[in-house]
């Protein structure tokens, strides 16, 4: 698996291994041996499945007390997934970064826990699927506004997104709560 740094500490892109031939193709999609050679040693309680149309715009989601590391992936479409890091301690406190998944690039991205993650569709239709650290708690989870011009992401948006009533109403950088 080729592991690829982003502008977050602890954010990565990685690239498993792919081998096709004239019937399709394989890869491990998840190889806990590879996860350690690569750094990420945690633990996943749960797997999640997602389906979203064009232009939907998903988060930007945190959990405060059962705080979650994510890694994500794409089967089928294209998405824009970002990650915000709300860690007062690390260096790229503010900052975002994001990158493109898709189930034709086989990419995922692990995001550590202290960063709030959302995604937009930019294909027909997405199947996201992800594996967590801990469990959803609805009492903590925590939406950062998609749109907070304090953070100012480039959702790369030439329409408005479609969003959730609970993402249109996210709280703004300077309001959200954040991790030490």
Same mark, same amino acid.
């Given at each position: 698996?080729?592991?690829?740094?982003?502008?977050l500490?602890?954010?990565?892109?990685?690239?498993?291994?792919?081998?096709?031939?004239?019937? %399709?193709?394989?890869?491990?999609?998840?190889?806990?041996?590879?996860?350690?050679?690569?750094?990420?040693?945690?633990?996943?309680?749960q797997?999640?499945?997602?389906?979203?149309?064009?232009?939907?715009l998903? %988060?930007?989601?945190?959990?405060?007390?059962?705080?979650?590391?994510?890694?994500?992936?794409?089967?089928?479409?294209?998405?824009?997934?970002?990650?915000?890091?709300?860690?007062r301690?690390?260096?790229?406190?503010g900052?975002?970064? %994001?990158?493109?998944?898709?189930?034709?690039?086989?990419?995922?991205?692990?995001?550590?826990a202290?960063?709030?993650h959302?995604?937009?569709?930019?294909?027909? %239709?997405?199947?996201?699927?992800?594996?967590?650290?801990?469990?959803?708690?609805?009492?903590?989870?925590?939406?950062?506004?998609?749109?907070?011009?304090?953070?100012?992401?480039?959702?790369?948006?030439?329409?408005?997104?479609?969003?959730?009533?609970?993402?249109?109403?996210?709280?703004?950088?300077?309001?959200?709560?954040?991790f030490?």
């Amino acid at each position: 698996m080729k592991v690829i740094a982003t502008s977050l500490p602890g954010l990565l892109v990685l690239e498993p291994k792919v081998f096709r031939d004239a019937r %399709g193709f394989f890869l491990e999609s998840f190889n806990e041996n590879a996860m350690a050679s690569a750094g990420i040693r945690e633990h996943f309680v749960q797997d999640n499945h997602s389906y979203s149309a064009r232009n939907v715009l998903r %988060g930007l989601h945190y959990q405060v007390g059962h705080p979650q590391g994510k890694l994500v992936r794409v089967v089928a479409g294209e998405i824009f997934d970002v990650a915000v890091d709300l860690r007062r301690s690390s260096p790229t406190f503010g900052k975002w970064d %994001g990158v493109t998944l898709s189930g034709d690039n086989f990419r995922m991205l692990w995001i550590p826990a202290g960063l709030a993650h959302g995604f937009r569709v930019l294909s027909d %239709g997405a199947h996201v699927l992800y594996k967590a650290t801990d469990f959803y708690h609805p009492e903590c989870e925590r939406t950062l506004a998609w749109n907070n011009p304090e953070v100012n992401i480039n959702w790369q948006v030439d329409a408005p997104p479609i969003v959730s009533d609970k993402d249109a109403k996210g709280a703004s950088f300077r309001d959200a709560e954040k991790f030490e």
